[in-house]
């Protein structure tokens, strides 16, 4: 248990940093209404987030991400996609 668990505060940054716009993930939940639920249940929320850290256990579908790769205008032909180091 080297990490600590989340603020409220520090939730707050994260979710008030989110784009309420933008579409939303696989999950099908926007932005927006993340923003909403934590405005209601602040304290859930957060605790949910440190019972994944503290169990070591999240939802599969928060590590499912859909990436779709856009070519550069002069780079119509993009079978070579370069992954930079992790």
Same mark, same amino acid.
């Given at each position: 248990m080297?990490?600590?668990e989340f603020?409220?505060?520090e939730?707050?940054?994260?979710?008030?940093?989110?784009? &309420?716009? $933008? +579409?939303?993930?696989? %999950?099908?939940? +926007? %932005?927006?209404t993340?923003?909403?639920v934590?405005k209601e249940?602040? $304290?859930?929320?957060? +605790?949910?987030? %440190?019972a994944?850290?503290?169990?070591?256990?999240?939802?599969v %579908?928060?590590?499912?991400a $859909?990436?779709l &790769?856009i +070519?550069?205008?002069?780079?119509?032909?993009c079978?070579?996609? $370069?992954?930079? &180091?992790t």
């Open positions: 080297d990490d600590k603020t409220k505060e939730v707050i940054q994260v979710i008030e940093s989110l784009q &309420p716009k $933008k +579409a939303p993930g696989p %999950n099908g939940i +926007a %932005n927006e993340i923003q909403l934590f249940i602040p $304290k859930t929320m957060t +605790a949910t987030y %440190n994944c850290l503290r169990t070591g256990r999240f939802p %579908n928060w590590k499912i $859909k990436i &790769p +070519a550069k205008p002069e780079k119509e032909e079978r070579h996609v $370069k992954v930079p &180091p």
